[in-house]
């Protein structure tokens, strides 16, 4: 049995960075001639598209966070004009903002690497119970595990009493989805009757979109017998980086140029200081370079023991900006302000809290007017809200008139990890 994916996995440091400089090299001299809005920011800040000859000559160029994306794709819909019109698109994926992502294409590596590390194959049977509506994880996700042979369940966001019903009669080996999610699947099935170890197969877990807390997964590891592991991406770029076998930071996916920035400035900081994840997907589709993921970690250099020998990135440390994760997907600033102008402009804030191991949405609006206190008005502001947002609100807080000052935060995280 191999032990790596491919034999990128094993390049040395300087392969892999000789490569990789080529390949961005190929990439923005691309982008420069197919892609008017890359074009015009290289002009902008007076670059020669040759003179991006290797990640370090990217230092040059602004970071993309995600609120600028979302500001640049509604001024040039759908994708800010940095798609390379030449190439067919064969999906397009959305997430909140909105922000509009052509898929990369079906032979893109995309999470292969990541199921492959946790062992993932053709004997195992995988539940996938991320979305397959509008959002790229159940499709993108779905493609990784059929690449490297797994048979996929595509359960999606179906009630947990549904997935027990599939994990059971399926027998299903390997789960793919949020670690909240599959706590929830193991309660319901205690509620049901079944002793999750015993009567079921599930053994492995790969999870994404959320952080997996030490003492979750020490649950999930010593009570019912699973593996778990770490994915880490971002809609935009795709799958970032992995955890593998030896759980000692997450590998950097061979497909993206990951950097560690200082966010005040932009510029890379050493290894093994805290910084925000900035990330170049390499590929000849979408030509956005230096994307500002908004998360904070550090970059690992040391050897890993599995065999791999790509920099890792020493988890999640926190974020910047004002950009939040609600059970997996975003709810930005961009979007409240969107929901305050169809109901009058009024003022609202949105406050994300944990119960358990779940995520809480409580959405405060202000009492401005005497509808908002009717169930019709309600009903109709948490419809909206989930048409514009995605997630749904758990609990409306209607406050005394002035109770949210217009210079409020427009999102509130109160949770700790």
Request: hydrophobic letters at 40%; aromatic letters at 8%; one cysteine or more.
């Amino acid at each position: 049995m191999k032990r790596l994916y491919d034999e990128k996995e094993a390049w040395s440091v300087e392969e892999r960075k000789s490569r990789q400089d080529r390949r961005l090299s190929r990439m923005v001299r691309l982008g420069y001639r197919k892609s008017a809005s890359l074009k015009k920011m290289l002009d902008d800040h007076r670059i020669d598209p040759a003179r991006i000859r290797t990640r370090e000559d990217l230092e040059a160029l602004p970071v993309t966070s995600r609120e600028k994306l979302v500001e640049m794709e509604m001024r040039k819909p759908p994708y800010a004009g940095l798609e390379n019109p030449d190439i067919a698109v064969d999906r397009i994926f959305t997430s909140p903002g909105p922000v509009y992502e052509p898929h990369l294409s079906e032979t893109d590596y995309l999470w292969a690497r990541a199921f492959f590390a946790a062992g993932i194959g053709p004997k195992d049977i995988a539940l996938n119970a991320f979305s397959y509506h509008l959002v790229a994880a159940g499709l993108t996700f779905h493609n990784g595990l059929r690449k490297v042979g797994a048979t996929v369940v595509p359960s999606g966001t179906s009630s947990s009493q549904i997935q027990v019903q599939l994990i059971h009669d399926l027998k299903v080996t390997a789960y793919v989805g949020t670690p909240s999610f599959l706590m929830s699947i193991i309660e319901k099935s205690r509620e049901i009757g079944y002793d999750f170890k015993k009567d079921f197969r599930v053994k492995k877990a790969c999870f994404a979109a959320e952080p997996l807390l030490p003492s979750l997964r020490e649950k999930f590891e010593k009570e019912f017998g699973i593996r778990t592991f770490q994915m880490y991406g971002a809609t935009e770029v795709g799958d970032v980086a992995y955890e593998c076998k030896a759980k000692s930071g997450w590998h950097i996916c061979e497909e993206t140029i990951v950097e560690i920035v200082d966010p005040a400035t932009g510029k890379n900081v050493e290894p093994g200081t805290l910084g925000e994840v900035v990330v170049t997907r390499l590929n000849d589709i979408f030509f956005l370079l230096r994307f500002g993921t908004g998360d904070l970690s550090r970059l690992v250099t040391k050897k890993c023991s599995c065999g791999r020998t790509s920099y890792r990135l020493a988890g999640i440390a926190g974020r910047i900006g004002d950009a939040v994760k609600v059970r997996g997907l975003f709810i930005a600033p961009s979007q409240l302000k969107l929901l305050s102008a169809r109901f009058d402009n009024i003022l609202l804030q949105a406050v994300v809290g944990r119960k358990g191991h779940e995520d809480v949405l409580t959405l405060r609006v202000d009492n401005s007017n005497t509808l908002v206190n009717t169930d019709k008005w309600k009903n109709n502001f948490k419809k909206i809200f989930k048409e514009l947002c995605t997630v749904r609100i758990d609990v409306l807080e209607v406050v005394e008139k002035g109770g949210i000052k217009p210079d409020q935060k427009m999102i509130v995280d109160c949770r700790t990890w």
